[in-house]
């Protein structure tokens, strides 16, 4: 039975003999239903499109995958090359043995990590390529994971080392169980902070952006705000790299967090 994959938010279902009627991740106010109706595919389907992952280096230790043509959201993932094992940061909705054979060479997949329920595409295939890695996921998001699989890892609570030096932390804000991860040996020792909504880097790379919903345009409350920023606070990071191509804070991310966490509440508290 195929395992469809929802073509508006890339999510892969568990198998059925036919799609599903209705996606719920789609469903839920932070997203939304293609405007042509509820539509799905397969990783065949994806393949027979001609489209292709893209392997490439950003930095010494952090590897890009990213789909071409994109598919859904259009996001990246993030590899974290670390001396404990290779970590996948978030998910993209297309598997194929290019990519796979390339991250083999690589030293393959130690942990799956992911974000938020946005951002699941088809992490339980990427698992299955790599011996059925675990695949963390905050145990706040549970209910919205729609493919559960013999590598699911639910985890609780407001931080989580997967690896050496490799701490995911429950930021909350865009969901409940919404995670970042900082990988301390990033960025020659400095840090790296890899996140997905609940801090996303803006087309103003100096800054970061918080939402409850971004294709919607509803906006977090200041006390959600207060408690992302303030739960990444301990870490030191230089660099934060977001979910798209290209979407990245070069420097001072510490301080990029702090200020732009501010912006935004002076602007949410700004009478007219």
């Known amino acids: ?14 198998p059925t003999p036919v799609p599903p009627e209705h996606c719920p991740i789609c469903e839920d106010e932070r997203q939304y239903v293609g405007w042509n109706g509820q539509q799905w595919t397969t990783l065949e389907e994806l393949r027979a499109e001609g489209r292709r992952n893209t ?4 930095e010494p230790g952090l590897l890009q995958l990213a ?9 990246r993932a993030l590899i974290a090359q670390t001396a404990g094992g290779n970590v996948m940061w978030d998910c993209v909705s297309l598997v194929d043995d290019g990519s796979v054979h390339a991250l083999r060479e690589r030293g393959g997949l130690s942990a799956i990590a992911i974000s938020h329920p946005h951002f699941y595409a088809a992490m339980v295939s990427w ?32 931080t989580r080392e997967i ?22 040996e990033g ?21 970061l952006g918080f939402m409850y919903s971004y ?24 660099r934060i790299y977001g979910a798209w191509d ?15 966490a501010e912006r935004y509440i002076r602007f949410l508290h700004q009478l007219p």
């Open 163 to 184: 690896l050496p030096g490799v701490t995911l932390i429950n930021t909350g804000g865009h969901f409940r169980g919404s995670t970042a991860l900082h990988w301390a």
């Open 215 to 238: 294709p919607n345009l509803i906006p977090l409350p200041a006390d959600s705000v207060r408690r992302i920023a303030a739960s990444v606070r301990p870490f030191a990071f230089e």
């Open 246 to 260: 290209g979407r990245t804070v070069s420097s001072a991310g510490k301080d990029a967090v702090e200020r732009s």
């Open 55 to 58: 392997l490439t280096e950003l």
């Open 127 to 158: 698992s299955a390529a790599f011996d059925d890695c675990p695949i963390y996921v905050h145990a706040d998001d549970a209910e919205w994971v729609r493919y559960r699989s013999p590598g699911l890892q639910l985890w609780v609570g407001d």
């Open 67 to 75: 789909t071409q043509p994109s598919v859904a959201i259009g996001q």
């Open 1 to 14: 039975m195929p395992a469809y994959i929802c073509r508006t938010c890339g999510v892969q279902y568990a």
């Open 187 to 207: 960025a020659d020792s400095r840090g790296l902070l890899l996140v997905g909504d609940s801090l996303t880097v803006v087309m103003d790379r100096r800054y």
